[in-house]
């Protein structure tokens, strides 16, 4: 199934603002969506695609940090390229700390707003896809026994099978019957694999 084209989304008051980033972005190659205000776009059913922010800082109503903050509470993590022509350096402080790709003073080069679009989009393709790998990851932790997690869990520290086998109180051979069966539901082809899949997955604390 192939992904969904990115889509860039412009928020701005300026009509005109609006209508040229919208020319740019679509002159580029770009899927551009744009919106007159924050409220507007926080009502937008936004499609199952990556994608990019371009945020205005100042305008009407709920102003861009505004939104940035707003959509930090819906745990919704897109890509945000501040554009002001108020732009102040604690504003620019703020926004890039709480995680705007880059903040960038009108007027500004096409060529700074294209480069820093593609990155937003490339981050959040990134991030959309180590979420579909982390849920694959996880629905294989979740067909684990109680008795096979907890294999997995010694396995992981770099005990011997034997050691596995003293610890829970059961025999070696079992603990290798077991052990092949955590391989196979992990899709594993290493001890290395095993680890890396537990650090992804905090099991040592997090995951039950």
């Known amino acids: 199934m192939t ?92 926004a890039l700390k709480a995680g705007a790709m880059d903040f960038l003073q009108k007027p500004f080069e096409d060529r700074d707003l294209l480069d820093a679009v593609s990155q937003g989009i490339e981050k959040d393709r990134r991030r959309r896809h180590e979420q579909k790998e982390m849920k694959k990851l996880r629905a294989k932790w979740d067909t684990l026994t109680t008795r096979e997690r907890e294999v997995f869990r010694l396995v992981v520290t770099g005990m011997l099978n034997k050691q596995v086998a003293f610890d829970l109180g059961i025999t070696e051979k079992t603990i290798k019957v077991h052990r092949g069966r955590v391989m196979e539901k992990m899709g594993a082809q290493s001890l290395s694999d095993l680890v890396r899949f537990s650090e992804k997955l905090g099991i040592h604390s997090s995951v039950t």
């Open 3 to 94: 992904e969904e084209k990115p889509v860039v989304y412009v928020v701005d008051d300026d009509p005109s603002v609006r209508k040229a980033l919208e020319r740019l972005l679509r002159s580029a190659g770009h899927e551009a969506k744009t919106f007159p205000s924050a409220l507007e776009f926080l009502d937008f059913t936004h499609p199952d695609a990556p994608g990019c922010l371009v945020l205005d800082i100042k305008m009407p109503g709920l102003s861009g940090l505004e939104l940035q903050d707003r959509l930090a509470d819906k745990g919704i993590s897109l890509p945000i390229v501040f554009i002001t022509g108020h732009g102040t350096v604690p504003a620019s402080v703020r």
